[in-house]
């Protein structure tokens, strides 16, 4: 499903009339209240309301309409289109655009391909694997160029790395 993106995993049930209760993937959970369908076990369905408990979404999905019910999804993810999600500023990408693009360096030398994006609240860093792994911070002084259209990412050199910017 390389056309969908997840946004969200049921974690729980809610209630007795078949309500879910998800661990939103999105930065901004306020995002969930304007879905209208949801992929979930590769079946589209449709979003009956939204509600929040905290920083957890509480969904009412159409024909899910017991606990016993939704006791099925537990640990599933909520996927939508990706022509669906939503618009990302210039210079802003999704994890799973930058997950496997390639990382190498202005003197083009293969680091190795981006295994996972870790979020440390001050800055992203890439965590890349090849012959060694790296983590490569998302910095503008470490990031040189993200190429989505081509999965290609040019970092500086790792020896010229500073991190005093």
Request: aromatic share 10%; charged share 35%.
């Amino acid at each position: 499903m390389d056309d969908y993106m997840n946004i969200g995993q049921v974690i729980n049930t809610h209630g007795t009339k078949g309500e879910l209760k998800v661990y939103s993937l999105c930065d901004d959970i306020k995002r969930f209240r304007k879905l209208k369908t949801v992929f979930l076990e590769n079946i589209e369905m449709n979003v009956v309301w939204c509600q929040f408990q905290g920083n957890r979404v509480i969904l009412k999905i159409e024909g899910i309409d017991s606990m016993e019910e939704a006791e099925k999804y537990k640990t599933k993810y909520l996927k939508v289109k990706k022509e669906d999600a939503v618009k990302l500023p210039d210079g802003r990408f999704f994890v799973v655009d930058i997950i496997d693009c390639k990382v190498i360096d202005e003197k083009n030398v293969e680091i190795g391909k981006v295994y996972d994006v870790i979020f440390t609240g001050s800055n992203d860093v890439y965590w890349v694997k090849g012959n060694k792994e790296v983590l490569v911070p998302a910095l503008e002084s470490i990031v040189v160029k993200i190429d989505i259209k081509n999965k290609e990412i040019i970092i500086k050199p790792l020896e010229v790395w500073n991190y005093e910017d």
